[in-house]
DNA sequence: TTATCTTACGAGAACCGTAATGATG
DNA sequence: CATCATTACGGTTCTCGTAAGATAA
């Protein structure tokens, strides 16, 4: 329990200085910031100065307005914690309106697709009046879109150590479960020298050309600390959420990919080569708010079933 | 990059309210909270009045003041964005001020005697002008003062599976570094029957009597989850975070604990048995904020060494 | 009653817009 | 000199304390 007296005064940093400061940091400018939050230019650097004044530090140059060190961490701060006050506001309307009866769900392409389409099937089948809207995102925005009530249940996906958990940013406060675990293995092109190999390993690939898809497979950067490889270059980065294009991308030799076996069976033109080491999997869990619907829940039971 | 839209309007959850409707929470009572926090009753009644109006939902019952769900929902949610704002603030306040030449190490006691209180000395040795404090506490605790800026460098630890990283809560924005990985070992009284065992098995020992010491050891739940196991019981709690009392107490038989091998060795009364599965290993990190001095790192270094 | 929360009301502070001033390229 | 940030000023709103009212034990 926490007691009542450890919390001491932080008053004065309040919430709409803090988007005030994030705005003017965002944009490079009091007065677009100004523009943009219907506000004055002088309210916007009455509400600068008084963070400044407040914490006793400049947080920002000007002209060129950019954040000065102590600007720069605030500014890693206050994003989350603005997210935090938004999300709690979102719990609250959860735990005390009535729940809907329409379900949004929201997942990543991967971790949407196949297994989950068919239990979501099945779930519609034996839950006759669920009205249900789908929708794929980028781990991210399905993470942060579950936080703020936007999607009752979130499918998430990553490439980890078997059986670990995901790590995911800002989720503390949301509950998860583990969905599905399946081997992953890498894509090539058909004609790819590797591509007649049984298996490898990544330590093998650390000068081959990767690509970057950061909206539908692990991104680099979480990849190389799963693998504990520190050199994964990128040649190319694809942006978008379409599984197909990407997968057309990786059949026309733009680079390597790693993703779950599943997602490479029958794809026209790739080659799915086995990982041998080190050991990783393709991970789905389910992420949600605490306070769930009855037809939430029957959703989410379905789902990790 | 965040986009600067993408903060809505969160205003009127201002701080003061959240900490008000935390302390009133926690106490119970209006007026309690109004003389902890040198309001008036009137103020604070009115502080949660603007919450509720602003929420649009009851958040306390009155006679007796207690949570109501949707308030529960913002308790949990409060706390965290509070200490984040002190967080901040702390973060600024290292960014700005000049590094102090005095150093604080605060640690959990078994991450700090052993191997670091050695690396501690070589540091010194080689850092003469250095000035350092030594504290131990419990882990949040640890990391908590981190975040605050009470402390310049952390170790923690707890027990995971081989090269997990440990699972810190509210610590997103803090660096962590590895620092040792060593087994663990069951701690026996000496005539206790597994004793004279060459190993056991954790899922073997699912009726036993554990030793609850969240201030030295990993807390039960945290075995729990690194083990698979589902019920671990206890029967004794140790609150306290003294280590050789602690170790009286596993001697007297008053229930077994997980402990890294090398703080049982040559322990009177105690007998070390290697866990042989699941596969567990004790884990020491580093933790610290994101802004060093110079006097710092050099010790940083030398405990990471 | 008595302890406790709520409401009414008013003085002082805070906030933000208008407008004038200052700085920079 | 044009753009942009800061400062001065004042009306409006908000905040919190005093004090009176309401309510449950």
Redesign the interface.
Known sequence: ?????S??N??R????LL?TF??VA??GSFSA?AR?LGYTQSAVSQHIAALEGD???ALLHRRPVEPT??G???L??????????????A??R???GEPPGKVVLGGCPLALAGRAARALAEARRSLPGLEVSVRTAARDAVVGGVALGEIDLGLVDGIV?PS?PLRL??A??LATAPVAEEPVALALPGEHPLATRSSVRLRDLADANWLDAPGIAAPLGELRAAAGTDDLRSALRYEGGDTRTLLSLVAEGHGLLLLPASALAGVQGVRAVPVSAPRLVHRTELVHG??LGAAVSALAAALTR
């Open positions: 329990m926490i007691h009542a007296g919390i001491s932080t008053d940093v309040e919430p709409h988007r994030v705005t965002a944009l910031a943009q914490l006793g530090v060190a102590a720069q961490r605030l890693d701060h206050a994003g989350p914690i603005l997210r935090r006050m938004e999300a709690a506001r719990d609250i959860r735990a005390a150590a670990d940013h800002d503390d406060f605490r306070t």
